[in-house]
């Protein structure tokens, strides 16, 4: 009889502890939802005026110079509506985290804090490929276009692209925290092995070449300046020819006019 009546007791008290618990998350559960259906709002409010304004300021065409828009052409975004994108998912992020903080702490709300506190890196991340990539684009044009008469323009073009463009991309993944402890090594030995070859090459192999070069070049001024003292003094001579005409026809005249008086 004793043993019942606990037994009835704790079932009691279960359930009063089931109730009491679905009292207190139901507010919490309200709050959740009125953060997130507000948060969505503001996210799709702020992605918007993004997607305007990248628009306004010609984000679309630095991708296109950048050859972005090349890579893009089988999607359905553009790299404009991509950013936009980025930033909507950025801001849920940040809702999610505050939504989940409402039950207090907790392994997602840790989660989602992580992933918030690293997406402004991956924005700057992305925007410095668009950058990059615009800049390596042009530089290889115009590097093209001067060197476009000799048979190796186009190499040399294309290599000063890939330079830039691993440059972006290290930088990028520095920012972004990806894979630093690889990206900074390898961009330390690639611009010690440029150093070393230019120092090598300079001081060793090229002194040789460099010398004759600059001999060629001196020897080339040293003409065109003699050439151009030569022009410079038959230029004044003329000047002075002319003017003594000049004066000679004016005094004829005078003369002549005398002699009419």
């Known amino acids: 009889m004793t043993q019942s009546l606990a037994l009835s007791v704790d079932f009691g008290q279960g359930f009063t502890d089931a109730w009491t618990s679905i009292a207190r998350i139901i507010p919490k559960l309200v709050a959740f939802a009125i953060i997130m259906v507000v948060g969505w709002m503001i996210a799709k409010l702020i992605a918007r005026v993004v997607d305007r304004v990248l628009r306004k300021v010609g984000f679309e065409k630095v991708s296109e110079r ?6 893009l052409q089988n999607s359905t975004y553009d790299a404009t509506a991509i950013v936009s994108k980025v930033v909507y998912y950025a801001i849920m ?40 990539m ?37 930088a990028a993944l520095s920012q972004a925290q990806i894979a630093t ?20 090459g300079v001081g060793g192999g090229l002194v040789m070449p460099m010398r004759a070069r600059w ?27 002319a003017a003594g005409a ?6 004829g005249q005078l003369g002549e006019s005398g002699a009419q008086g």
Do not use: C, H
């Open 93 to 132: 992020l940040m809702v999610l985290q505050l939504g989940f903080g409402v039950f207090g702490p907790n392994p997602v709300s840790d989660l989602l804090r992580s992933i918030v506190l690293w997406l402004p890196k991956a924005i700057v991340a992305l925007l410095i490929i668009v950058v990059t």
């Open 215 to 241: 001999d060629r070049w001196l020897e080339s001024a040293e003409r065109e300046s003699v050439n151009a003292k030569a022009s410079m003094d038959a230029y004044n001579r003329g000047r002075a020819d």
């Open 66 to 71: 950048g050859g972005v828009a090349g890579m």
């Open 134 to 170: 615009a800049i390596a684009r042009a530089v290889r044009d115009i590097i093209g276009g001067a060197l476009g008469g000799v048979s190796y323009g186009k190499t040399v073009a294309t290599i000063a692209w890939a330079f830039i463009v691993a440059l972006g991309t290290i």
């Open 246 to 251: 000049a004066e000679q026809a004016r005094r």
């Open 181 to 200: 402890s690889v990206t900074g090594p390898v961009l330390v030995a690639v611009l010690a092995t440029i150093a070393g070859i230019l120092i090598v």
